[in-house]
């Protein structure tokens, strides 16, 4: 399989989901009326490798300022064996996907299309994804989106980490067991 084939999707294709686990079934809708309200998107993804394979999740975050936001994601599936370089490409990729996806199907005025690529990747050589910043960010400035890399890349550095992860399901689950 070529690194940059698209993994399949969790439970078929396109599944959205909240964080509070309730499946939204037009995304694309819901985002659109959001940003026709003057609200900012951010997408991210983040991946996480299990026992059989890498698990790839894309979260939308739209932000209404001082009121919080809303958090929308979905799961796709990869091989599990790949490199740095290819995980990171497919982060990247799966995310600016999506942002150009949106720029084409919604009927906004430009003014309203703002739209932000998170890229979850370290410009401090500290760390292996530095070798790779300026690449994954270009590819997304060269889109015509605007980009944040770590530690500002936030959608993908801790939104979509905490989903890949699945830290909400267990919020969740703690707090049905307290109810017991």
Not at 30 to 37: A, G, H, I, K, P
Not at 112 to 127: F, L, Q, S
Not at 141 to 149: D, E, I, Q, R, W
């Amino acid at each position: 399989m070529s690194p940059l084939r698209r993994p399949r999707s969790e439970q078929g294709s396109g599944r959205w989901w909240t964080l509070g686990g309730v499946e939204l079934l037009d995304v694309m809708s819901t985002v659109e009326q959001l940003m026709d309200r003057g609200r900012v998107v951010h997408i991210g993804t983040d991946a996480q490798k299990s026992m059989r394979r890498m698990e790839f999740v894309t979260v939308i975050c739209v932000l209404d300022p001082g009121k919080g936001g809303r958090v929308f994601y979905t799961r796709q599936f990869s091989r599990k064996e790949m490199t740095l370089f290819e995980k990171l490409s497919m982060e990247t990729w799966m995310s600016l996907e999506l942002a150009l996806k949106m720029n084409e199907e919604f009927d906004l005025p430009e003014d309203k299309k703002r739209i932000w690529v998170h890229v979850d990747a370290n410009p401090d050589t500290r760390y292996d994804s530095s070798n790779y910043v300026k690449q994954l960010a270009g590819m997304v400035a060269g889109s015509g989106f605007p980009v944040l890399v770590k530690p500002d890349a936030w959608c993908a550095s801790h939104v979509a980490d905490f989903a890949v992860k699945n830290k909400h399901h267990r919020a969740f689950l703690g707090r049905e067991g307290e109810a017991d």
